[in-house]
Protein backbone atom coordinates (compact mmCIF):
# COMPACT_ATOMS: atom_id res chain seq x y z
CA UNK A 1 0.00 0.00 0.00
CA UNK A 2 3.13 2.15 1.02
CA UNK A 3 4.47 1.97 -2.84
CA UNK A 4 0.95 2.11 -4.34
CA UNK A 5 0.82 5.76 -2.27
CA UNK A 6 3.89 7.40 -3.58
CA UNK A 7 3.63 6.03 -7.25
CA UNK A 8 0.73 7.55 -8.03
CA UNK A 9 0.39 10.24 -4.74
CA UNK A 10 -2.49 8.87 -3.61
CA UNK A 11 -3.86 7.60 0.16
CA UNK A 12 -4.81 4.09 0.00
CA UNK A 13 -6.37 2.61 3.56
CA UNK A 14 -7.84 -1.12 3.39
CA UNK A 15 -10.93 -1.78 5.84
CA UNK A 16 -13.26 -4.49 6.61
CA UNK A 17 -12.23 -5.95 3.12
CA UNK A 18 -12.52 -2.88 1.09
CA UNK A 19 -9.98 -1.11 -0.32
CA UNK A 20 -10.20 3.09 -0.45
CA UNK A 21 -8.17 5.53 -2.55
CA UNK A 22 -8.56 9.56 -2.19
CA UNK A 23 -6.33 12.36 -4.19
CA UNK A 24 -6.53 13.75 -7.18
CA UNK A 25 -9.12 12.52 -9.38
CA UNK A 26 -7.36 11.29 -11.68
CA UNK A 27 -4.66 9.65 -9.50
CA UNK A 28 -6.95 7.93 -7.69
CA UNK A 29 -9.15 6.41 -10.37
CA UNK A 30 -6.25 5.36 -12.43
CA UNK A 31 -5.68 3.88 -9.07
CA UNK A 32 -8.50 2.31 -8.31
CA UNK A 33 -8.74 0.70 -11.56
CA UNK A 34 -5.52 -0.80 -10.87
CA UNK A 35 -5.95 -2.16 -7.88
CA UNK A 36 -9.46 -3.82 -9.46
CA UNK A 37 -7.17 -5.72 -12.26
CA UNK A 38 -4.59 -6.62 -9.68
CA UNK A 39 -7.46 -8.50 -7.40
CA UNK A 40 -9.00 -10.16 -10.55
CA UNK A 41 -5.32 -11.36 -11.38
CA UNK A 42 -4.84 -12.66 -7.92
CA UNK A 43 -8.45 -14.36 -8.42
CA UNK A 44 -7.26 -16.40 -11.18
CA UNK A 45 -4.77 -17.52 -9.38
CA UNK A 46 -2.33 -15.29 -10.53
CA UNK A 47 1.27 -14.93 -7.71
CA UNK A 48 2.75 -11.51 -7.21
CA UNK A 49 6.39 -11.70 -6.39
CA UNK A 50 6.86 -8.35 -4.84
CA UNK A 51 9.31 -7.24 -7.64
CA UNK A 52 6.36 -8.27 -9.85
CA UNK A 53 4.41 -6.26 -7.93
CA UNK A 54 6.26 -3.29 -7.90
CA UNK A 55 6.60 -3.40 -11.53
CA UNK A 56 3.30 -3.77 -12.74
CA UNK A 57 2.58 -0.56 -10.48
CA UNK A 58 4.90 1.44 -12.60
CA UNK A 59 3.78 -0.09 -15.68
CA UNK A 60 0.48 1.11 -15.04
CA UNK A 61 1.48 4.34 -13.97
CA UNK A 62 3.99 5.20 -16.74
CA UNK A 63 1.44 3.48 -19.73
CA UNK A 64 -1.75 5.25 -18.72
CA UNK A 65 -3.18 4.54 -22.50
CA UNK A 66 -1.83 0.73 -23.23
CA UNK A 67 -3.24 -2.47 -22.61
CA UNK A 68 -5.29 -3.22 -19.27
CA UNK A 69 -2.78 -4.92 -16.46
CA UNK A 70 -4.49 -8.40 -16.95
CA UNK A 71 -4.19 -8.37 -20.81
CA UNK A 72 -0.72 -7.73 -20.27
CA UNK A 73 0.45 -10.20 -17.55
CA UNK A 74 -2.11 -12.82 -17.86
CA UNK A 75 -1.62 -16.59 -16.84
CA UNK A 76 -1.69 -17.65 -20.76
CA UNK A 77 1.46 -15.24 -21.65
CA UNK A 78 3.45 -17.32 -18.49
CA UNK A 79 6.47 -19.53 -19.48
CA UNK A 80 7.40 -21.99 -17.21
CA UNK A 81 10.72 -23.50 -17.55
CA UNK A 82 12.42 -26.05 -14.51
CA UNK A 83 13.33 -23.40 -11.61
CA UNK A 84 10.48 -20.60 -11.78
CA UNK A 85 7.66 -19.42 -13.83
CA UNK A 86 8.24 -16.54 -16.02
CA UNK A 87 6.20 -13.51 -17.18
CA UNK A 88 6.28 -11.08 -19.85
CA UNK A 89 6.51 -7.44 -17.83
CA UNK A 90 5.62 -4.81 -21.05
CA UNK A 91 3.24 -5.14 -23.94
CA UNK A 92 6.59 -5.56 -26.54
CA UNK A 93 8.07 -8.22 -24.32
CA UNK A 94 4.14 -10.32 -24.52
CA UNK A 95 4.55 -9.60 -28.47
CA UNK A 96 8.12 -11.14 -28.24
CA UNK A 97 7.18 -14.18 -26.14
CA UNK A 98 4.06 -14.96 -28.86
CA UNK A 99 6.78 -14.90 -31.83
CA UNK A 100 8.84 -16.68 -29.80
CA UNK A 101 6.23 -19.62 -29.24
CA UNK A 102 5.24 -19.39 -33.09
CA UNK A 103 7.71 -17.73 -35.43
CA UNK A 104 10.85 -19.69 -36.65
CA UNK A 105 13.40 -16.66 -36.34
CA UNK A 106 12.39 -13.70 -34.25
CA UNK A 107 14.91 -10.50 -34.23
CA UNK A 108 14.59 -8.46 -30.83
CA UNK A 109 16.52 -4.62 -30.85
CA UNK A 110 16.31 -2.27 -27.66
CA UNK A 111 18.15 -1.61 -25.31
CA UNK A 112 19.86 -3.47 -22.47
CA UNK A 113 17.46 -4.84 -19.68
CA UNK A 114 14.94 -5.35 -21.42
CA UNK A 115 14.70 -9.25 -21.21
CA UNK A 116 15.48 -9.73 -24.59
CA UNK A 117 17.78 -12.48 -24.06
CA UNK A 118 16.35 -13.96 -20.99
CA UNK A 119 12.71 -14.38 -22.18
CA UNK A 120 14.47 -16.21 -25.52
CA UNK A 121 15.61 -18.23 -22.96
CA UNK A 122 13.01 -19.09 -21.07
CA UNK A 123 10.79 -20.14 -23.91
CA UNK A 124 14.10 -22.34 -25.23
CA UNK A 125 14.33 -24.16 -21.81
CA UNK A 126 10.30 -24.57 -21.95
CA UNK A 127 10.49 -26.16 -25.49
CA UNK A 128 13.93 -28.19 -24.54
CA UNK A 129 11.93 -29.55 -21.32
CA UNK A 130 8.70 -30.49 -23.28
CA UNK A 131 10.63 -32.13 -25.74
CA UNK A 132 9.69 -29.71 -28.52
CA UNK A 133 13.43 -29.69 -29.43
CA UNK A 134 16.58 -31.63 -28.99
CA UNK A 135 18.96 -28.64 -27.68
CA UNK A 136 19.21 -25.19 -27.22
CA UNK A 137 22.39 -23.57 -28.41
CA UNK A 138 23.91 -20.23 -27.33
CA UNK A 139 26.19 -17.36 -28.64
CA UNK A 140 27.66 -14.73 -29.45
CA UNK A 141 30.25 -13.18 -31.04
CA UNK A 142 33.45 -12.34 -29.38
CA UNK A 143 33.93 -8.49 -30.28
CA UNK A 144 36.91 -6.82 -28.14
CA UNK A 145 35.11 -3.64 -26.86
CA UNK A 146 37.92 -1.32 -25.20
CA UNK A 147 40.81 -4.80 -24.19
CA UNK A 148 42.69 -7.28 -26.35
CA UNK A 149 41.67 -10.69 -26.17
CA UNK A 150 45.81 -11.30 -26.58
CA UNK A 151 46.22 -9.16 -23.63
CA UNK A 152 43.73 -11.66 -21.48
CA UNK A 153 45.05 -14.42 -19.72
CA UNK A 154 44.76 -18.53 -20.53
CA UNK A 155 44.60 -20.77 -23.36
CA UNK A 156 41.71 -20.00 -26.18
CA UNK A 157 38.84 -21.28 -23.96
CA UNK A 158 39.53 -19.26 -20.93
CA UNK A 159 39.79 -15.66 -23.28
CA UNK A 160 36.29 -16.43 -24.59
CA UNK A 161 34.88 -17.54 -21.61
CA UNK A 162 34.47 -13.89 -20.37
CA UNK A 163 32.36 -12.78 -23.78
CA UNK A 164 29.84 -16.11 -23.43
CA UNK A 165 29.19 -15.41 -19.16
CA UNK A 166 26.48 -13.91 -19.33
CA UNK A 167 24.70 -16.46 -21.41
CA UNK A 168 26.09 -19.26 -18.88
CA UNK A 169 24.25 -16.60 -15.65
CA UNK A 170 21.09 -16.63 -17.33
CA UNK A 171 20.68 -19.77 -17.98
CA UNK A 172 21.53 -21.39 -14.45
CA UNK A 173 19.32 -18.85 -13.11
CA UNK A 174 16.57 -20.93 -15.12
CA UNK A 175 17.67 -24.30 -14.60
CA UNK A 176 19.56 -24.26 -11.57
CA UNK A 177 23.41 -25.25 -11.34
CA UNK A 178 22.39 -29.44 -11.30
CA UNK A 179 20.22 -29.07 -13.88
CA UNK A 180 22.40 -27.31 -15.95
CA UNK A 181 25.33 -29.21 -15.73
CA UNK A 182 23.40 -32.43 -16.40
CA UNK A 183 22.20 -30.70 -19.77
CA UNK A 184 25.48 -29.54 -20.65
CA UNK A 185 27.09 -32.66 -20.35
CA UNK A 186 24.43 -34.47 -22.54
CA UNK A 187 25.08 -32.35 -24.85
CA UNK A 188 21.41 -30.70 -24.46
CA UNK A 189 22.62 -26.82 -24.14
CA UNK A 190 25.74 -25.67 -25.79
CA UNK A 191 27.16 -22.59 -25.28
CA UNK A 192 30.14 -21.09 -28.01
CA UNK A 193 31.39 -18.09 -29.88
CA UNK A 194 29.69 -17.82 -33.22
CA UNK A 195 33.10 -18.34 -34.83
CA UNK A 196 32.54 -22.14 -34.21
CA UNK A 197 28.84 -22.13 -35.63
CA UNK A 198 30.72 -22.10 -39.43
CA UNK A 199 29.75 -24.97 -41.55
CA UNK A 200 27.25 -26.53 -38.98
CA UNK A 201 23.53 -27.14 -39.70
CA UNK A 202 21.48 -27.17 -36.71
CA UNK A 203 17.93 -29.29 -36.75
CA UNK A 204 16.02 -29.91 -33.80
CA UNK A 205 17.72 -26.97 -31.86
CA UNK A 206 16.59 -23.43 -30.48
CA UNK A 207 19.40 -20.97 -31.07
CA UNK A 208 20.00 -17.79 -29.43
CA UNK A 209 22.35 -15.27 -30.80
CA UNK A 210 23.16 -12.44 -28.28
CA UNK A 211 24.74 -9.01 -28.59
CA UNK A 212 23.87 -9.16 -32.45
CA UNK A 213 24.97 -5.75 -33.15
CA UNK A 214 28.40 -7.06 -32.99
CA UNK A 215 28.34 -9.67 -35.92
CA UNK A 216 28.94 -8.46 -39.18
CA UNK A 217 27.16 -9.01 -42.33
CA UNK A 218 28.87 -11.72 -43.40
CA UNK A 219 28.86 -13.51 -39.92
CA UNK A 220 25.15 -12.78 -39.35
CA UNK A 221 24.07 -14.71 -42.91
CA UNK A 222 26.28 -17.52 -41.44
CA UNK A 223 24.35 -17.79 -38.73
CA UNK A 224 20.49 -17.38 -40.49
CA UNK A 225 21.84 -20.32 -43.30
CA UNK A 226 22.53 -22.99 -40.01
CA UNK A 227 18.59 -23.35 -39.25
CA UNK A 228 18.24 -27.00 -40.10
CA UNK A 229 14.90 -28.70 -39.95
CA UNK A 230 12.12 -28.34 -36.99
CA UNK A 231 14.49 -25.19 -35.69
CA UNK A 232 13.60 -21.91 -34.15
CA UNK A 233 16.51 -18.89 -33.65
CA UNK A 234 16.04 -16.03 -31.68
CA UNK A 235 18.81 -12.98 -32.33
CA UNK A 236 19.21 -10.13 -29.68
CA UNK A 237 20.83 -6.91 -29.82
CA UNK A 238 21.13 -2.92 -29.05
CA UNK A 239 21.90 -1.15 -31.87
CA UNK A 240 23.21 1.88 -29.93
CA UNK A 241 26.05 -0.50 -28.52
CA UNK A 242 27.70 -1.40 -31.50
CA UNK A 243 31.83 -2.31 -30.79
CA UNK A 244 32.57 -3.32 -34.00
CA UNK A 245 35.49 -0.96 -35.70
CA UNK A 246 34.44 2.02 -37.24
CA UNK A 247 33.30 1.68 -41.17
CA UNK A 248 31.97 -2.02 -40.29
CA UNK A 249 28.79 -2.65 -40.46
CA UNK A 250 25.99 -4.46 -38.06
CA UNK A 251 24.94 -7.52 -39.59
CA UNK A 252 22.06 -6.59 -36.80
CA UNK A 253 21.40 -3.37 -38.63
CA UNK A 254 21.38 -5.05 -42.02
CA UNK A 255 18.99 -7.86 -40.94
CA UNK A 256 16.65 -5.09 -39.41
CA UNK A 257 16.47 -3.48 -43.12
CA UNK A 258 16.72 -6.42 -45.08
CA UNK A 259 14.31 -9.09 -43.31
CA UNK A 260 11.18 -7.24 -41.95
CA UNK A 261 9.45 -8.37 -44.83
CA UNK A 262 9.80 -12.12 -45.45
CA UNK A 263 7.07 -14.42 -44.13
CA UNK A 264 8.57 -16.54 -40.98
CA UNK A 265 10.18 -13.45 -39.78
CA UNK A 266 9.61 -11.52 -36.76
CA UNK A 267 11.16 -7.79 -35.73
CA UNK A 268 10.37 -6.55 -32.08
CA UNK A 269 11.56 -3.48 -30.87
CA UNK A 270 11.94 -2.25 -27.51
CA UNK A 271 12.22 0.64 -25.63
CA UNK A 272 13.41 2.23 -22.13
CA UNK A 273 10.06 1.48 -21.16
CA UNK A 274 10.78 -1.95 -21.40
CA UNK A 275 13.75 -1.85 -19.10
CA UNK A 276 13.28 -4.54 -16.14
CA UNK A 277 16.13 -4.33 -14.05
CA UNK A 278 16.91 -1.63 -11.48
CA UNK A 279 14.77 1.29 -11.46
CA UNK A 280 17.47 3.49 -11.83
CA UNK A 281 18.19 1.58 -15.50
CA UNK A 282 15.87 3.20 -17.17
CA UNK A 283 16.76 6.88 -16.25
CA UNK A 284 20.53 5.73 -17.04
CA UNK A 285 19.54 4.63 -20.55
CA UNK A 286 17.20 8.29 -20.83
CA UNK A 287 20.59 10.56 -19.82
CA UNK A 288 22.34 8.79 -22.04
CA UNK A 289 20.15 8.99 -24.95
CA UNK A 290 19.92 12.61 -24.08
CA UNK A 291 24.21 13.21 -24.20
CA UNK A 292 23.73 11.49 -27.66
CA UNK A 293 20.96 13.73 -29.18
CA UNK A 294 23.11 16.70 -28.23
CA UNK A 295 26.56 15.36 -29.26
CA UNK A 296 24.53 15.22 -32.71
CA UNK A 297 23.42 18.42 -32.68
CA UNK A 298 26.92 19.81 -32.28
CA UNK A 299 27.83 18.08 -35.19
Do not use: W
Not at 76 to 83: E, I, K, L, M, S
Not at 96 to 121: C, E, F, Q, R, W
Not at 201 to 219: G, P, R, V
Not at 255 to 275: H, Y
Amino acid sequence: MRFVEQTFDVKVVARHGSVFVSGAEGDATRCALLITQLDELIQKGSALPFEDFKFIVRYFRENPGENSVTEVFSEDTRVQTARKLVSPRSVAQKSYVHSLTNTDIVIAIGPAGTGKTYLAMAVAVSDLLKKKIARIVLTRPAVEAGESLGFLPGDLNEKITPYLRPLYDAIYDLLGPDKLRIMMEQGQIEVAPLAYMRGRTLNDSFIILDEAQNCTSEQMKMFLTRLGTNSKAAITGDVTQIDLPRGRPSGLVEARDILGGIEGIDIIFFSKRDVVRHSLVEKIIEAYEGLEESLSRED
